[in-house]
């Protein structure tokens, strides 16, 4: 990792909160949230126009043809609950334009390799290797590797490692993003494991 403000850890919003357009993902939404509450209007406007960009580069369908952005910083209005107050570069829809709900961003049916951390987490990898390298970058990077070391728990609690999350962060972005085991650490996560039903008990007389 080339930025050296990072923080060893980055802190990791575990209550699961609906999500206004899940189509985006939670990644997406917490960025978001996080641009809403920064107190610096210039600094908040420019993490909004970085988030754009991210979004705009993971979902080009939604921009289309005509690289038209409208409908991105209309649904960064949306999930921001309408208080993203920054000068944004259109029009936007307000909460009494917003009648029918936004629609659904088709995805694409392409298998994946690494398929326990699903085809998003690794979409959204291949997108950020290719950013100019910046804070957000970096805190991007670390909410999408604690992400998958939930996955990975939750999949197989055996052995999880950092190292092997940041691995599989090297493989999937084709060695652009190479972060070092020994200098960042992420969030520590307990596999929750279902009691098992009395079916197989005998039933007492």
Known sequence: MQTTEIKKTIPYNTSDKILLMPEYGRNIQRLIDYCVKIEDREERRKCAFSIAAVMKSLFPEVVGDKDNEQKIWDHMNIMSGFELDIDFPCEVLSKDDLKPEPSSIPYSGSLYRYR???????????????????????????LLANQMKKQLVSQTPENVSD??????????????????AASYRLNDYISVVNPTTGKGKKKKK
């Open 116 to 142: 326990y951390y699903g085809k998003n987490i690794q979409s959204m990898i291949q997108r950020v290797a290719e950013m100019e390298n910046c804070l957000e970058k970096d805190q991007i990077i670390f």
């Open 163 to 180: 190292a092997k999350v940041f691995a599989d962060i090297a493989e999937i972005s084709n060695g652009k993003i190479m972060i070092d």
